[in-house]
C-alpha cells in the first residue's frame, strides 16, 4: 500500500496530527453542540468570537504544547508526521465570521477510508473551513499516492438537512463502516453517501447514539481484533451485532466525557491514551496492549482527544 487505512488497528506509518498556535483558537459555539457539559456550554456562550488566548491564556497554551509533544511522540516512532498549514485570508472566515483559525483536529475534516480520502461535511459552520488546512496533504496524496478524492456535499447552513459526515463518527473495521448518529454530527444522509461511494463489498452500518454525544468515538473504541472500549450508556441499541462477542472495556459515562474511548493506535496492541485514564490504561494493560500515556486535558476540555488530533493516511492491514 501507498496510502490508505482499513482498520482502526494496523501498524501506523503516516499520519496527520493537528496544530493549535495559541493565538488562532477562537472560541465559538453553535446550535448543534448539545454535547457541550455544564461548564463548557457557559464558557462557550460567554466568550463566542473571542480568541481562548485572551480569555484563558494557560489553556491556549497548553494545548499547543499537548499536540505539539504528540507530534514529536508518535514521530519517535518511525511514523511520517504531517500537519495542516495555518489558515489565512478569507479561509479564517469562510462561513462563518469569527475568525476560528485552529486546525487541532484533524479527525473530522477529512475521512481515510480503503484508498478513498473524503472532504468530510460537518455540522458546525466554523468548522467547514478545515478542509483549506488538510488541502496541501490531500492533493500530494493524490497526484503522487493514487489516492481517490471525493468531497461530500455540504448540509444546509442551519443544519437541518445534510448529507452530514465526520471523520469522528467513522470507525474502520475491515469491510464494515461504522458510521455514529446522534444529531450533533454526522447523520444517516452522510452514511448513505458514503455506502454508495464504497459500493457493496462494503457495509456502512449506522450506530445509534444518545442525543447529546458528539461522535463515535467518544463512545467507543476498536483497539485490536477482539478488543474494544465503549460506553454503554451513550449507545441507543448497544454495539453493532458483529463487535458483540469481542472483549470489552466497559467506561462510565463520566470517563467517557473524559475521552476515555478516544486514543492512537500506533499499532495492534500498542495505543497511545490520555495520562489522566489511569482506570482505562490498567484495563488495557491487564489484557496485554502497550499503553503510552501522554497528557491531554487541553484539548480534551474543548471536547476533543487523542483520536480526534490524528488522522492516519497509512496503515498497514490487509482486507479478508
Not at 474502520?172 to 459500493?199: H, K, M, P, R, T
Not at 465503549?230 to 462477542?245: E, N, Q
Request: hydrophobic letters at 40%; charged letters at 25%; aromatic letters at 6%.
Amino acid at each position: 500500500m501507498r496510502f490508505g487505512v482499513h482498520h482502526e488497528w494496523g501498524k501506523l506509518r503516516e499520519v496527520v496530527i493537528g496544530i493549535s498556535p495559541a493565538e488562532d483558537f477562537v472560541v465559538f459555539h453553535e446550535d448543534s453542540q448539545r454535547w457541550l457539559l455544564p461548564e463548557g456550554d457557559k464558557l462557550s456562550r460567554a466568550h463566542k468570537g473571542r480568541r481562548l488566548i485572551d480569555v484563558d491564556p494557560e489553556w491556549a497554551k497548553r494545548i499547543e504544547r499537548q499536540v505539539d509533544a504528540l507530534a514529536e511522540r508518535v514521530a519517535r516512532e518511525s511514523v511520517t508526521v504531517h500537519r495542516p498549514r495555518r489558515l489565512d485570508g478569507a479561509e479564517r472566515t469562510f462561513l462563518a465570521a469569527n475568525g476560528e483559525g485552529a486546525q487541532l483536529f484533524p479527525r473530522d475534516g477529512m475521512i481515510v477510508v480503503g484508498n478513498h480520502v473524503i472532504d468530510a461535511s460537518l455540522r458546525l459552520l466554523c468548522r467547514q473551513r478545515e478542509r483549506y488546512g488538510l488541502r496541501p496533504i490531500v492533493q500530494q496524496a493524490v497526484q503522487q499516492r493514487g489516492a481517490r478524492w471525493s468531497s461530500v456535499p455540504l448540509g444546509s447552513p442551519g443544519c437541518v438537512d445534510g448529507p452530514f459526515l465526520e471523520g469522528g463518527d467513522t470507525l474502520l473495521n475491515g469491510y464494515e463502516v461504522y458510521v455514529g448518529i446522534s444529531g450533533c454530527a454526522s447523520d444517516l444522509a452522510g452514511a448513505d453517501w458514503l455506502q454508495g461511494l464504497l459500493g457493496e463489498k462494503y457495509r456502512v452500518i449506522p450506530v445509534a447514539m444518545k442525543s447529546n454525544v458528539l461522535h463515535l468515538d467518544c463512545a467507543m473504541a476498536l483497539i485490536k481484533p477482539g478488543l474494544l472500549v465503549y460506553c454503554p450508556p451513550k449507545l441507543i441499541d448497544g454495539l453493532p451485532m458483529s463487535l458483540r462477542d469481542w472483549d470489552k472495556i466497559e467506561v462510565s459515562a463520566d470517563e467517557a466525557n473524559r475521552l476515555a474511548t478516544n486514543g492512537l493506535v500506533l499499532e495492534e496492541g500498542r495505543v497511545i491514551i490520555d495520562a489522566d485514564n489511569g482506570r482505562v490504561i490498567e484495563e488495557l494493560r491487564k489484557r496485554k496492549v502497550d499503553v503510552i500515556p501522554l497528557p491531554f486535558d487541553g484539548p480534551i476540555s474543548t471536547g476533543g482527544g487523542l483520536r480526534c488530533a490524528h488522522h492516519p493516511l497509512l496503515r498497514e492491514s490487509a482486507l479478508i
